[in-house]
């Protein structure tokens, strides 16, 4: 893994949020984009080398929607930047860690993404990432 690519925010309200974190980080919303797979929009600030991805919900049946009515809006995921997610992904798996996803699908920001299980990494969502060329 190369670095922390991002660290991601569950919120309720989007557009609200961004507001709120663009006053607590100085700093503007660079991107917004949907992730209609996943149903959830996502919002990302730039703070030094790493990211903030703000995601809420755009379906009441979305994965976000969810984690925001059992725990609240918080922490959702930390996302590690890879060179290559699939030899990544078989490391992983071989080292006993559950994979969400099987192969690497589309993500947000240009990214192809793989999700770890939770219960393997000691309660915290991680997120793989590897950039798409452009």
């Known amino acids: 893994m190369l670095k922390v690519e991002h660290i991601g925010i569950a919120v309720k309200n989007l557009s609200e949020s961004i507001l ?3 006053k607590l980080l100085n700093s503007p919303c660079y991107k917004t984009e949907e992730v209609a797979s996943e149903k959830v929009s996502t919002a990302f600030f730039t703070q030094g080398e790493t990211k ?3 995601v809420a919900s755009t379906d009441a049946e979305s994965v976000i929607a969810k984690f925001i009515a059992k725990k609240g809006e918080g922490l ?3 996302a590690f930047d890879v060179v290559d997610i699939y030899a990544e992904m078989e490391r992983l798996k071989a080292e006993g860690f ?3 996803n099987e192969t690497p699908k589309k993500g947000a920001d240009n990214k192809l ?3 770890l299980h939770p219960k393997t990494t000691n309660g915290v969502l991680i997120e793989l990432c590897q950039s798409l060329q452009p």
């Open 98 to 100: 559950i994979l969400l």
């Open 52 to 54: 903030i991805e703000l």
């Open 76 to 78: 959702h995921h930390i």
């Open 20 to 22: 709120l974190f663009e």
């Open 113 to 115: 993404v793989c999700f």
